[in-house]
């Protein structure tokens, strides 16, 4: 059974970056995509982008384009999350999951992190 | 951009009720869409994947129904357990895009 951990809460001032991780363990790395998906307080969840590790090529949800960095480690089954120039409305909790589709950044999320909250405040 | 338009935004129910949830997508998304529960604190949980597939352990009073433009997720008998958020998943592979309904409330009366 895959399992997904990610890495622990974080505080960030207004203008730095965040980089959280995703560790995967008990199950297929390489061939099924890690997506990460936002859920700012009271709201609903908002895909960020998602990256097939074997592939080593993420792709990004336009909303988040040329702010946000996904990679992949296979040594490590870790997959990375990293978003600059924080505002407070990157305050969220983010998590990883797990896509269903074999090399393919599609289908549904099977496996999720227990999630990661990240506040962003002076 | 494919818009989706989940309703009702909240609903009550009695226990042992059937619930209707409705997901409506802007243009035809074949059947790439999915349904999740979510209980505050946790990460949502998938309960019906394209459209019509039973997760595994998912109990059998969860459905799903639709194609194209329009989809169902129904409750057939509405246990206390099932309190929660239920939001609408779509999704497209050329590009990939990951677009979720506004999300359901679901409470017990």
């Known amino acids: 059974q895959l399992q997904l951990v990610q890495s622990g809460a974080e505080v960030k001032k207004p203008g730095s970056s965040v980089k959280v991780s995703c560790k995967a363990s008990g199950g297929t790395f390489t061939n099924y995509a890690i997506n990460w998906v936002r859920q700012a307080p009271g709201q609903g969840p908002e895909w960020m982008g998602g990256i097939v590790p074997i592939y080593d090529t993420a792709d990004y949800a336009q909303n988040f384009q040329g702010r946000v960095t996904i990679t992949a480690d296979e040594s490590t089954t870790t997959v990375y999350m990293e978003l600059r120039s924080l505002r407070s409305e990157d305050t969220a909790v983010y998590y990883c999951?797990?896509?269903?589709?074999?090399?393919?950044?599609?289908?549904?999320?099977?496996?999720w992190g227990q999630g990661t909250l990240v506040t962003v405040s002076s | 951009d494919i818009q989706m338009t989940q309703s009702p935004s909240s609903l009550s129910a009695s226990v042992g009720d059937r619930v209707t949830i409705t997901c409506q997508a802007s243009q035809g998304i074949n059947n790439y869409l999915n349904w999740y529960q979510q209980k505050p604190g946790k990460a949502p949980k998938l309960l019906i994947y394209?459209?019509?597939n039973l997760e595994t352990g998912v109990p059998s009073r969860f459905s799903g129904s639709g194609s194209g433009t329009d989809f169902t997720f129904t409750i057939s008998s509405l246990q206390p357990e099932d309190v929660g958020t239920y939001y609408c998943?779509?999704?497209?592979?050329?590009?990939?895009?990951?677009?979720f309904g506004q999300g359901t409330k679901l409470h017990i009366k």
């Open positions: 394209d459209a019509s």
């Open positions: 999951a797990r896509g269903a589709r074999f090399r393919e950044v599609a289908g549904a999320f099977h496996y």
């Open positions: 998943q779509q999704y497209d592979n050329l590009p990939p895009k990951f677009t």
